[in-house]
């Protein structure tokens, strides 16, 4: 089965950072998509990064561009969030999804496996 570890949440004031690491687990090769996504409380999940291992496209959410970065190290099965000049707008669950097709895409209708979230809170 494959399986998303989600971890490296927690509370930060605002402008500090956090890294997000997501490890993937039970795929028998490498070109799986990973994307990130974010649900607040109250308000729809919107996808915030993804990464093909396929080809190396990487995207992010013009919310998030500039601020937050997706990187891979695909020897150890896991993608990184990595969130800089976070603000209480970020605040939220976060999720790591995988397509085994491999598609980078920031709509979570392309995703089949999903991770458990960690929940990320930025005070003001």
């Known amino acids: 089965d494959v399986q998303l570890q989600a971890s490296g949440g927690g509370l930060v004031q605002a402008g500090g950072s956090l890294r997000l690491s997501c490890t993937v687990s039970?795929?028998?090769?490498?070109?799986?998509?990973v994307g990130w996504f974010r649900q607040a409380p109250g308000k729809e999940r919107e996808g915030v990064a993804c990464?093909?291992?396929?080809?190396?496209?990487?995207d992010h959410a013009d919310s998030v561009e500039g601020r937050f970065t997706i990187s891979s190290d695909i020897a150890k099965d896991t993608v990184f969030l990595q969130m800089n000049r976070l603000t209480p707008d970020d605040t939220a669950v976060y999720y790591c999804?995988?397509?085994?097709?491999?598609?980078?895409?920031?709509?979570?209708?392309?995703?089949?496996?999903w991770g458990q979230g960690t929940l990320v809170t930025v005070s003001s």
């Open positions: 999804a995988a397509d085994p097709r491999g598609t980078c895409a920031l709509l979570s209708d392309f995703y089949d496996h």
């Open positions: 039970g795929f028998s090769y490498k070109y799986y998509a």
């Open positions: 990464f093909s291992h396929s080809d190396g496209i990487r």
